[in-house]
């Protein structure tokens, strides 16, 4: 039974565990301090900050998902963005990423956000697969400054 709920104190350990994951998935890395402000900001109460949700497969951690809300000068109301979204590979295709994804989109439809969007690199086969079922892919390309 998959679980999602959000992120709580207690949680330190295995978010930065999933967290961590994901990010040597697009092999990369953060200082101590940005652990520490990004799990500060998911606990607060600042609504610009990010929201994070942790997914349990019999009580235990296996995946998590990060978003925000933020204006956009074409809409009145917030839209919403997921930036992270991780599951360990060992519960691929149980169904979790699904869930954190709904979870998001049932967060944004309780906040009146008309829509949640996010990235992933281009050869990111596995994800996807997924993305393909329940988003639209969009023609967009990010840049980033120089």
């Not at 497969?57 to 992270?84: A, I, S």
Request: aromatic share 14%; charged share 25%; proline share 4%.
């Amino acid at each position: 039974m998959i679980e999602i709920r959000p992120i709580q104190a207690s949680d330190r350990a295995e978010w930065q565990r999933l967290w961590t994951a994901y990010l040597e998935f697009y092999e990369s890395s953060v200082t101590t301090d940005i652990y520490e402000t990004s799990f500060a900001r998911l606990l607060g109460n600042d609504p610009h900050d990010f929201h994070g949700l942790i997914a349990e497969l019999d009580g235990k951690p296996c995946g998590l998902v990060h978003y925000l809300f933020h204006r956009h000068m074409w809409r009145t109301e917030n839209v919403c963005y997921l930036q992270d979204l991780y599951a360990d590979p060992e519960v691929r295709g149980m169904g979790v990423g699904r869930k954190l994804i709904e979870a998001v989109y049932a967060a944004a439809d309780a906040a009146e956000s008309p829509t949640v969007y996010w990235l992933t690199q281009d050869f990111n086969q596995t994800a996807r697969k997924l993305y393909d079922r329940i988003g639209t892919l969009t023609p967009f390309i990010k840049y980033n400054r120089a």
